[in-house]
C-alpha cells in the first residue's frame, strides 16, 4: 500500500516538475523569436472574457469575432509586415480572474486591451487608470466611463440606448402619456440605465416609469406581467440577457398580452436593449418573440448588406458555424478588432512607435473628419476626449415572422445629451 | 380576484416542476442518503437529449423523451457505479464533494458540446394559444408539464407501494442491514434509485426546456433551487417532495405577485425559498412529512 | 534524556510536554526557520512579475481561508457550503467602511492591519450566528443551512443600494512606512502582509490543537455524545468553531479586499464556497499543512489546465469548446479522484514521505 502510493507521488512529481520545465521552454523560445524578428513589429493586443459561465453566450461569439478578424489582419498582410498578436482568455465572469489576465497581459507588454464584463470592467477602472490602458470592453455600461479617461464603449452606452427606447416609446405613442416598466438583470450590468432614463424623465422626457422589475431565475413571469398590466404600463423596456427575456415574452404571449402593433391599447409591447435581442432571443422564444422590439448599432444578418456579407464571409473563411456567424454579437467582436486595427494603422501611418499611448491618442482623435466606419455598424465610430462611446447611432428592430427587421432609420438619442 | 387566481395557478404549474425536480433528489437520498448536488446537471443533460433527439434525429418529441429518459436512466446509473459505489460508508463530507466533483466533470462534458455555451428553443408542438378558464390562463405547455408531473409522480408512488423491486427500495431506506439479511442487494438499490432518479430528472428538464429554452445556466440552476424544496418536505419523502413543491411555488409567486414592486423590495421570490429553509431548518428540520431522525445535540 | 536531540527515528515521548512540542527535534525546527526565512527573503533576489505574484499572494489567501474551514469541516466536522460567505463578510467590512468614509480614508489606508483585525472579528460574529443552527443540526441538515446563509448573504448584497448592489467597490492604496504602496511594489507588499497573517494564524492554530479548546473540537467531532459525557458542551464548541472558521475567514477577506483593491460579489459566490471545499479536501480535512497544499494543488492546477487548453486550442477545429472544457472537468476529475483514491489527501503524501525519511534506510 505505502509503496503504491510512494509510486503515485513520484509520478504526480514527475510530471509536476514536466510541466513546469514545458513551461520554461516555451518562456526561452519566446524570448529567442522576439531578437530574431526585428523588422516585422508584433502588437500586443489581450482579449479577456467570459467563454464560459454567466453570458458566455454572448462571450463566444464574440471572442470568435475577435479572433477572426485578427486572423483575417494577419493573413491579409493589412499592417504590412507586422502582426498582431491577440491573447484571449477565459475569465469565467469572475473579477479576480480577469485581473489576474490583465496583470499577465502588462507583464507581457500590452498595446491595447479588450475587455469584456461590467463588472470587472468596474473592477479594473483604476487599474486602467494608473497603466494608462487603452480598453475597449464589450460591456456599454455607462458607468464604466465615470471618473475614467482610458475606457472606450464600442457603441451606444446601454443607458443611450434605454434613452433611445424610451424617446420612440414617447414619440410614438398615442394618447396621454406612456406609462413604461424596466425589466432588468440584478447586477451592475442592469440596473445602470435605470437612473439615466429617470433622469431624462426629469429632463422633460414625456413618461411615466412605472416600476422597475429585478428579474430572477423565473420560470413563471404571470404575476409580474398581471401586475404591471394593472398598473396601465403599456411598454417594457429590458436591459438583460436573452434567456429572462423570452421566459417572459412566452409568458406574455400565453397570456396574450403583447401588443400586435407598436403601442396597441391595453397590451403590452415589449422592448430591449443590445443584449436582450438577437438571433438567440429568437432561438429561445420562438414565436413568442415576435414584436419584439431591439436597439443596437449593428447591422445584423437578417437584413443583409455589404456590411452582414462581410460578416458572413469572415466567419465562412474561419469556419464557424452558421449560429456564431449570424449572432450580433460576432459582428461585436469584428467591430471591435477593427477599430484595434485601424488605430494601429492610423498610428503606423503617421509614423508614430505604435504603443498605448499613441493608439490612445488615435482613438481621442477618431471623430469628425477622422470618424472610423466599420462595415458592420449603423453609423460611424467616433470618440474624442468627452464622447467615450463609440457609434453614437442606434437602429431599431422588431421581430417580424421570426427574423428581426430594421423599424425607421438610424438615430441618435436626444437625450442622452439633456442629462 | 383573477389575479390572485392567476398566481394560484401559476404557483401550482411552477410548484410541479420544482416537485418533479425535486423527486430525483428524494429518490437518491431516500435509499442511499446522498445528497446528489450534480441533480442540475443531469437535468439539463435530459433535456439536452430531449432535443438533440427531437430537433437533430426529426423523433416525435414524446417518444425522444421516452428515449432521453432511458439514457438518463443509464446515464444515473453508471455514475453510482463508478463513482458513488466505492463511497458507501466514508463520511458525509466526502459523498456531498463527490457529487460536486462530477457536477463539475458533467459541466465539462456539457460544454464539450453545443449546448454548454449556446441558447435552443423546443420546435412548438402544442397549440400556442392558451387555455382560457375565466380569465386565468395556463399554456399548453404548462399543462402537459402539470401532467407529466402527475403522471411521474402516480407512478413511482405505484412502484414503490407496490413492485417488489419498490418495496426492496422502501426496504433498504428503512434498515440496510435487515434488507440485506433478507436477500436484498442494498447496491443494486443504490443504483437502481440513482437511475429513477435520473429518469425523473430528463422529464423534468424536458419540461423545464420547454418552458424557459434551453440555456445551460438556467437548467442546471435547478439543482440548487429545488433544495428549500426538498427540506420543506422532509428529505425522504416523495409525497413531500410534491406537497412542498407546490407550496413554494405558490410562495414564489405569491411573492412575486405581491411583494415585488411594493416597499422598495425587489426579486423576494428568489431569496425566500431559502429563508424558509433556514426557518425550517431550526424548527422542523426533518420538513413536514421527512421521518424524524434528526439527533439533536 | 539520551535521546539524540537532532534525529529522532520514532516518537519516544516520555512526559506529556515532550508530547506537546511543536518541534519534536531540533532538525525539524532548523528546517522550519529556514524554510520560513527562505520565504520571507525570495522575492528580494528574483524579479518576479506581478501576474505571477499576484497568483501566489492569491494562494496564500486562500491558505488563510482554508485554515479557518478547516477548523470548522477538518477538525470540528461540521460541513460548511458557505465559507466564501464568511471571506466576503470580511471583505464586505471593509467595504462598507470606504462606502461610509470614503475610499482612501485614513482609517483604511494607515491603520489596515486594525481593519484586517476588524473584519476578521465581524466575520466571527457572522459565523457564530451562522452556527448556532448547529446547536440543533447535524451532518447534511447543517450543511444545508450553511449553503442558505451563503444564498441569502449573496442576495443582501446584491439588492442592498449601500453595498452598490453588488458592484466593485473601490479600496484606496495603503500607506506603509515610506508612503504610499506603489503599483509596482503593490503584490510584492501584499506578499509580505499575507504571509505575517499566515504564519500568525498558522501558529495560533498549531498552538490551539494543543490546548483542551482545540481538543474540544475533535471530540466533538468523533464522537458529540462521549464528548458530552466528558463535560464538554458539544454545542457551544461547534457555534465556536464556526466563529473561528468566521474569524479567519474575515480576515482572508479584508486581504482579498486590499489585495485587489476593491470588493465585488463575484469573488464571493457559491462557486467559490465549492473551491473551498474542494481546496481543503485535496489538502487534506483535519491537518494544518493540508490548509497549505491544497489551495497550492487547486489554483497551479487550474493555471496550468489554461495553458494547456491554450495549446490544446491551436491544434482543435475551431468550433470545438475543448478549452472552456477542460476547466470544470479537470477540477471535478481531480477532486473526484482524491476523495476515491486519498481521501485523506496530500497531507497523507506528506506523512509518508516524512515517515519514509524519518526511517531510511531501514524499511521500519
Redesign the interface.
Known sequence: M?KS??NL?TVFIAAALM?FIS?GTKEAEKVEVATTATEAKTYKLALSLA??GPT?DAGNPYA?GV?DYFKFVNEMNILGEDKIECTI??D?????VT??NF??F??EGLDFYLNYST?ST??L??DFE??KMPTIPASFHA?NLIESNYIFLPIASYSAQAIGLAEYVVNNHSGSTPKVAMFIH???FG?GPVSDVEKAIAAGLDMELIEVV?HGKDLDNTAMLQRLLNKGVQYVISQTVQSPVATMLKDASRLDLVAKTFGENGKITFLGCHYTGGNDLIALAGPAAENFFWTTSYIITSEPGVGTDAQLALAKR????DKAAQSHNYANGVMVAQVATECILRAKARGKAVNKESLYQELLEMNGINAFYPVTTVGPVTYSATDKAGVDTLQLYAVKNGAFKSVGTPFIPIYTGKI | MTYFFQLVVSGIVVGSIYALSALGFVLIYKSSKV?NIAHGQIIAVGAFITYALTVWMGIPIFLSLILSMGATFFLAMSVERI?LR??IG?????V???T??????????????PF??ENFSFPVFLPSTPIDLGGVYISWTQLMGVIITIVMISGFSWFFKKSTVGISMRAVSDDQLASMSIGISVPKVFGLAWATAGLSAAAAGTIIGNITGLNFDTLHAFG?VV??VV?LGG?DSILGAVVAGVIMGLIQQFAAGYLDGNWGL??TA??LP??I??II??IK?HGLFGIHE???? | MATNRWLATGNYHISYQDEQKIFSTHLDRSIFIVFLSALFIWPLFFEV????M??ID?IMIAVVAIIGLNIV?GFA?L?S?GHAAFVGVGAYTLASFSRVLGDSNMLLTHAWPLMIVLSGLMGAVFGAIVGL?????????L???T???Q??FQ?TI??MDFF?????I?IGRVHWLTGEVA?KDH?VFWYYIILVFIVLCGFMVRNLLRTRYGRCLSAVRDN?RAADAMGMH??FT?VYAFGLAGFFAGIAGALHAYL???V?I??FT?HES?TY??MA?VGG?GTLHGSFWGPAAIKVLDL?V??L??KAAHFL????????????????????LF??F??RGIA??WR??KS?TKLWPFRY
Open positions: 505505502k502510493k510512494l507521488m510541466v513551461c467563454i464560459t458566455s470568435k479572433e482568455r477565459d469565467q465572469y469572475k473579477n479576480d485581473k489576474r496583470e499577465e502588462i507583464a463588472g468596474l473592477a477602472k483604476k494608473e497603466e458607468g440584478p447586477s451592475a440596473r429585478e474561419y469556419g464557424r458555424d | 445528497l463513482f466505492r463511497l466514508e463520511p458525509i463530507i466526502s456531498i464533494m463527490v460536486i466533483g462530477l457536477m463539475s466533470i458533467l459541466d465539462g462534458l456539457v460544454y464539450l458540446t454548454g455555451t440548487i433544495f428549500p427540506i428529505l425587489n426579486g428568489e431569496v431559502y429563508i429553509l433556514l431548518l431550526l428540520p434528526i439527533e439533536r445535540v | 512579475s506581478n501576474k505571477f499576484l497568483v492569491n469541516t466536522g460541513i457550503i443552527p448547529a446547536m440543533r443540526l447535524k451532518h447534511l441538515y450543511a444545508i443551512a449553503l442558505s446563509f444564498m441569502i442576495w446584491n439588492f452598490d448592489q453588488g458592484q466593485t473601490s503599483r503584490y458529540d458539544p454545542g461547534k485587489y483593491r476593491g465585488g463575484e469573488s457559491l465549492i471545499l474542494a479536501i480535512l496550468q489554461e495553458i487548453a491554450e477545429p475551431a468550433s470545438m469548446n475543448l478549452a472552456t472544457a477542460l476547466r470544470p472537468f479537470t477540477f471535478g476529475l481531480v477532486i473526484v476523495l476515491m486519498e481521501p497523507n503524501w509518508i514521505v519514509y
